[in-house]
């Protein structure tokens, strides 16, 4: 059963920096897709940054140069590194997996198949 535990959420000021954690388990991360989405209150669910199993990483237009999506295939670690946060980043964040490529699905107009429980950050001014 896959299995995906962020961490790494919390406070912080506006200019801050995050870095988020995902282990993945019950399967093998490479021969996965895995990205980061969040959810800001009263909004939906958007992907900001993803990895396909090629290693091809995309970024929502809006976050380039703010955020770095990594993974670390021997630890199953999939990290979101977050600098000069802004309080329109407040978001809960998802990690997600799928063994589908993210443009395909995208495409399809779905959602990933596989979410973690998500972890909190708070960006305040």
């Known amino acids: 059963q896959v299995q995906l535990v962020e961490s790494g959420g919390g406070s912080v000021h506006a200019g801050g920096s995050l870095r988020l954690s995902c282990v993945a388990s019950g399967y093998t991360s490479h021969t996965y897709c895995m990205g980061w989405f969040r959810q800001a209150p009263g909004k939906e669910r958007e992907g900001i940054a993803v990895?396909?199993?090629?290693?091809?990483?995309s970024y929502a237009d809006s976050l380039k140069g703010r955020f770095t999506i990594s993974r670390d295939n021997a630890k199953n670690t999939l990290y979101l590194q977050m600098n000069s946060l802004k309080p329109e980043d407040t978001a809960m964040y998802y990690c997600v997996a799928d063994f589908r490529r993210f443009s395909f699905i995208q495409a399809l107009g779905v959602m990933p198949s596989y979410w973690g429980q998500g972890t909190q950050v708070t960006v305040s001014s």
């Open positions: 990895i396909e199993n090629d290693g091809r990483i």
